[in-house]
């Protein structure tokens, strides 16, 4: 088993920065392809960004998110500048087993998920 925990979420205005973390225990290892997905009320969860060999992001986060790892502290970063009142959502952290050349887009290829953080961001 896997357990992610996010933190970092928080409300901001327009405009502003946060980094969210995803911190991994139990069998976690650097072989898992991590990702980041938001949701908000009555949708799908939509992927975000992704850390397989290629790095791939959800179009409307280019150049504004970025996703970074740091294996000896078994922990994803999601950077997110300029936010905007539509990146208002929960952000989840996902991850699957394998080195992947892309990151899978469909929240259901995910092994593991962790509960969630809030991030509001008002105009």
């Known amino acids: 088993q896997v357990q992610l925990v996010e933190s970092g979420g928080g409300s901001v205005q327009a405009g502003d920065s946060l980094r969210l973390s995803c911190v991994a225990s139990?069998?976690?290892?650097?072989?898992?392809?991590m990702a980041w997905f938001r949701q908000v009320p009555g949708k799908e969860r939509e992927f975000v960004a992704g850390?397989?060999?290629?790095?791939v992001y959800l179009d409307s986060v280019k150049g504004r998110f970025t996703i970074s790892r740091d294996n000896a502290k078994n922990t994803v970063y999601l950077q997110m500048n300029s936010l905007k009142p539509e990146d208002t959502a929960v952000y989840y952290c996902?991850?699957?087993?394998?080195?992947?050349?892309?990151?899978?887009?469909?929240?259901?290829?995910?092994?593991?998920w962790g509960q969630g953080t809030q991030v509001t961001v008002s105009s």
């Open positions: 996902a991850a699957v087993y394998g080195v992947r050349s892309y990151s899978p887009r469909v929240a259901d290829e995910y092994d593991y």
């Open positions: 139990g069998w976690f290892n650097s072989r898992y392809t």
């Open positions: 850390d397989a060999v290629n790095i």
